[in-house]
């Protein structure tokens, strides 16, 4: 199971990744939450210009398992969707950290992130994992 540091993780297994200093930050799920989903079949993503608030729904992801809604780790305004999910939903599964990264968005507040978990901490609160 890959939980790679520098990124920072939510109790329902989204992970963001700051991008440098920009203010500007990368949303996806974890190889925690691909791997308990199955294999994923669709990817419902918002369109740029939304504007979300930390914790808010803004997407689903469906599996052959189950559907699940994906909230924002941290509000912000999605600046970009990786549209190859469209017809490439599998790379969710198959690269979660790269490939498979859903929205990309613009900070409201920074300090939202610093309440999320780094990678020890989300470990420590996985059930398969420890």
């Known amino acids: ?23 500007e930050a990368t949303i996806g799920i974890s190889d ?20 979300l608030r930390k914790g808010e729904a803004f997407g689903v992801v469906e599996s052959v398992k189950a559907v699940s809604d994906l909230n924002a780790p941290a509000g912000g305004e999605v600046i970009a969707r990786n549209d190859a999910l469209e017809s490439a939903s599998e790379l969710v599964n198959s690269s979660p950290y790269a490939d498979g990264w859903m929205i990309r968005i613009r900070l409201t507040d920074p300090a939202e992130v610093d309440a999320l978990m780094d990678a020890a901490t989300y470990r420590k609160q996985l059930p398969e994992v420890q």
């Open 32 to 51: 925690y939450a691909q791997d308990q989903l199955g294999d994923i079949v669709f990817v419902e993503l918002p369109p740029v210009g939304r504007v």
């Open 1 to 23: 199971m890959e939980i790679p540091e520098g990124l920072r993780y939510t109790a329902e297994d989204e992970w963001l990744r700051l991008e440098g200093d920009s203010g």
